[in-house]
């Protein structure tokens, strides 16, 4: 039985003060486990995003509890939170958010720089991650120079390149074409099965159903239905 | 190069005509201190000249003198009280004093006579170019500067002026000898005191020479108690009260300071406007780094990398336009002066300006929702 990456227990957030008080988290309970590409759907403004955030140690729950990798995030300051983050968290942008300045391997290399890790086998290890999404040809370009779907490549190579133990993705597929937007979801997949990732994708995107393993829903703050997803369908078959 | 350096300057690079906005106004403000700086050194240099080229163990000055060019006389007793003094070997008079020089053509100028005797260690001219001490040993002899050639309306030897309606013939050119208030003219102890209006038996101060061997400061406490109505200084005392008169108690030093703080302002202020504007720019990629996991302290790295590169390019065209204006300035009256300590001084003052700029930034930074990068 694979062990869980991510659990979120009871978790509420309330957002703004005073009358302009919205609960945008209401009693969520969700837990991911290692290898599983899990999709969070629902309408605009349900908490998807902020629930993300709170998962993604960016938000504070206002009650509740969330654990990563073992470690409780409650109570933990800016800092520690950070280092949450760039140890055990990847993150897939909608709109991918590399560094125009950058080429597509600095861009990768940057996730490592900020673990302090410099050496020759951080370019090696970037270069790997730009392998593992097909885009190690074009690592010396700039983001300007790539497609979106190579752009989002490259952000998904930063995410992975740290070894994070969870992947959270916001909308990955929602300015990509079906091509691409297969193409990027089959990276997500890969990462799950093959590299044994906890994958959270917030999505829109009906195309991408087949390759969930889970897919919960939302609505007002809370979850509103989960269903077993038809890769995990699939693989039983 | 570490990818944070890399970020800062490509950050930098990124936006050509805000860069060159930052260069120009560290360029500016550095320029403009170092010429402030430049100047204060110099008139630092000038404002103890005179006594730095004297040859004197101890200085005998009357009471209460504040700078070389006080002009009260002492009476040629002390000297002799103070040649009775063991250990003193010698006690030079040395006679200043303003005189009005009348020019060829009619006009006159205000003058500063030096004179001692030109055959004794005492002040004599320096930095000759034409001539000799000993030509200048000739009745109403003067020894001018190249510098002050125009303002005194001459300009070779041979010629001629007026100081109180006695001649006064250029027997020996100096250059370099510069004073901030009016041309030195020296001469010999006697003509100084028919220029300057005084009886034989005074002088200004006295240059006290010990004989070999001879502790300064015991003989120094002999020589004070011997002359109660004179102060007994060392060299350096001389130089520090000239210095102190000169650049404080004027308010020179205080106008020089003013134009120095003034160009730290203006260039803290351009740079801290334009890194914060970079750093608004470049909002969601910080943000980014942030959600990414990058400490605090690295996200500063960045700024103050951004701030540190602005500093040594803006440093380093600045000095170069200051070793312009300090060749161009070299031969004028008011040269502006550039020493190794002082280049290093601004790189420093540079540095800080830049990185103090920095902070408006660093602040905008740490108010940074890594939550921001799911909501652009």
Known sequence: MSKFVIEAVNITKVLGSGASQVKALDGVNLSLRTGELVLLMGPSGCGKTTLLSVLGCMLSPT??????????????????????????????????????????????????????ERSKQATVKAKNALSIVNIAHKAELYPQELSTGEQQRVAIARSIVGGAAMLLADEPTAALDSANGHSIMTVLSRMARDFSRGVLVVTHDPRILPFADRIIRMEDGRIVGEERGLRHANELH | MSLSFKLALRNLLHDRLRLIATIVGIVFSIVLVTVQVGVFVSFQR?????????????????????????????????????????????????????????????????????????????????NIVEGSLEMLEAGNAAAVDQLYFKRLGVSQLGDSGEIRGQKARVTLITKGIRSFMMPYVFTSLETARSYVGIEPAKATFFLLHLAPEADVENVRREVRAAISDAEVLIPDEFRSRSRNFWLFETGAGGALFIGVLLGVIVGTVIVAQTLYSSTKEHFSEFATLRAIGASSRYIYKVIIFQALISAVIGFSLATCVSLIIVKVTTDTPLPIVLTPLTILALFLLTVSMCVLSAISSIVQVMKIDPVVAFAR
């Open chain 1, 63 to 116: 009650q509740g509890v969330v654990r990563l990798s073992g470690h409780l995030t409650s109570r933990l300051g800016p800092e520690q939170l950070a280092k949450l983050r760039r140890e055990y968290l990847g993150f897939v942008f909608q709109s991918y958010h590399l560094f125009p300045t950058l080429s597509a391997l600095d861009n990768v290399r940057l996730t490592l720089d900020v673990r302090r």
């Open chain 2, 46 to 126: 000038m404002a103890t000249t005179m006594i730095d080229h004297a040859s004197a163990d101890l200085w005998v000055v009357p009471l209460g003198t504040k700078t070389f060019e006080d002009t009260t006389l002492l009476d040629d007793r002390i000297r002799l009280r103070a040649l009775s003094v063991d250990g003193i070997a010698g006690a030079v008079p040395l006679v200043i004093g303003s005189a009005p020089w009348r020019l060829p053509n009619g006009g006159t100028t205000p003058i500063f006579v030096v004179g001692s005797d030109l055959k004794a260690a005492g002040l004599h001219p320096w």
